[in-house]
């Protein structure tokens, strides 16, 4: 049994003071993300080594070269200039990144590449698979030697929007409650039936003195209120 409880989250804590959570990926998506570039890989040598196969024996040591370059400079060139992501890892929404939270490097992507010959030993990935179910945040040998962790890429966050409306601000004060309760209201609109949408500025109207039936314009400018300049 692994000495430190396995978790979901990995906190960093920036120069600035900044809690970075991350996500680490588990053994199922990373099996799976390689699993796509071990087909896109059979893809790219398939397709060059047909004409390669015309040439003779030039063409057996070129095809050589290019079975070393694909096996060997696949990952590093595509973690190094793709923000940590190979295809599969783009399609697994993954990316590799080093232990601190910043961007892997040339240093660290030869390291984690180059020992996955001990990870596939003795037979498959199954040192590796071994070493992901013990460590905390799902390491194999090649990532604690380079100090390199897979995480999910974080989707950036979209705004809800607000209809728009006139700002309005009311003569008296709100609470927090209240302000977040007029905020989530504008934003859920669209998600809303129009019947929905008059039962709850019905609701809302009279603890906020807002007309009834000019309920969901007023609400709305209200939020506009609230929000301040966009």
């Given at each position: 049994?692994?000495?430190?409880?396995?978790?979901?989250?990995y906190?960093?804590e920036?120069?600035?003071?900044i809690?970075?959570?991350?996500?680490?990926?588990?053994?199922p998506?990373?099996?799976?993300?390689?699993?796509?570039?071990?087909?896109?890989?059979?893809i790219i040598?398939?397709?060059?080594?047909?004409p390669l196969?015309?040439?003779g024996?030039?063409?057996?040591g070129?095809?050589?070269l290019?079975?070393f370059v694909?096996?060997w400079?696949?990952m590093?060139?595509f973690?190094?200039l793709?923000?940590?992501?190979?295809?599969?890892?783009q399609?697994m929404?993954?990316?590799?990144?080093?232990d601190?939270g910043?961007?892997?490097?040339?240093?660290?992507?030869?390291?984690?590449n180059?020992l996955?010959?001990?990870d596939?030993?003795p037979?498959?990935?199954?040192l590796?698979a071994?070493?992901?179910?013990?460590?905390?945040h799902?390491?194999?040998?090649?990532d604690?030697?380079?100090?390199?962790?897979?995480?999910?890429?974080?989707?950036?966050?979209?705004?809800?929007s607000?209809?728009q409306?006139?700002?309005?601000?009311?003569?008296?004060a709100?609470e927090?409650s209240?302000q977040?309760?007029?905020?989530?209201?504008?934003?859920r609109?669209?998600?809303?039936?129009?019947e929905r949408?008059h039962?709850?500025?019905?609701?809302l109207a009279?603890?906020?003195?807002v007309?009834?039936?000019?309920a969901?314009?007023?609400l709305?400018?209200?939020?506009?209120?609230?929000l301040g300049?966009?």
């Amino acid at each position: 049994m692994p000495s430190t409880p396995l978790d979901t989250h990995y906190q960093i804590e920036t120069p600035e003071g900044i809690d970075l959570p991350l996500r680490p990926a588990g053994l199922p998506s990373r099996a799976l993300a390689f699993a796509f570039d071990l087909g896109v890989r059979g893809i790219i040598m398939g397709i060059l080594l047909v004409p390669l196969a015309l040439l003779g024996n030039v063409g057996i040591g070129l095809g050589s070269l290019l079975l070393f370059v694909v096996s060997w400079w696949y990952m590093v060139l595509f973690e190094v200039l793709n923000h940590g992501c190979s295809p599969g890892k783009q399609v697994m929404g993954l990316r590799v990144v080093q232990d601190d939270g910043t961007p892997i490097g040339w240093s660290a992507s030869l390291i984690r590449n180059l020992l996955r010959f001990v990870d596939m030993l003795p037979f498959g990935y199954f040192l590796g698979a071994i070493s992901c179910l013990q460590h905390p945040h799902f390491k194999r040998l090649g990532d604690l030697a380079a100090g390199t962790l897979v995480v999910y890429r974080e989707l950036p966050l979209v705004r809800p929007s607000i209809p728009q409306a006139p700002a309005l601000r009311l003569s008296f004060a709100l609470e927090l409650s209240e302000q977040r309760a007029i905020l989530g209201f504008a934003e859920r609109q669209a998600e809303l039936s129009a019947e929905r949408v008059h039962e709850l500025a019905a609701i809302l109207a009279g603890p906020l003195q807002v007309p009834a039936p000019r309920a969901v314009e007023q609400l709305n400018g209200v939020a506009r209120g609230l929000l301040g300049p966009t």
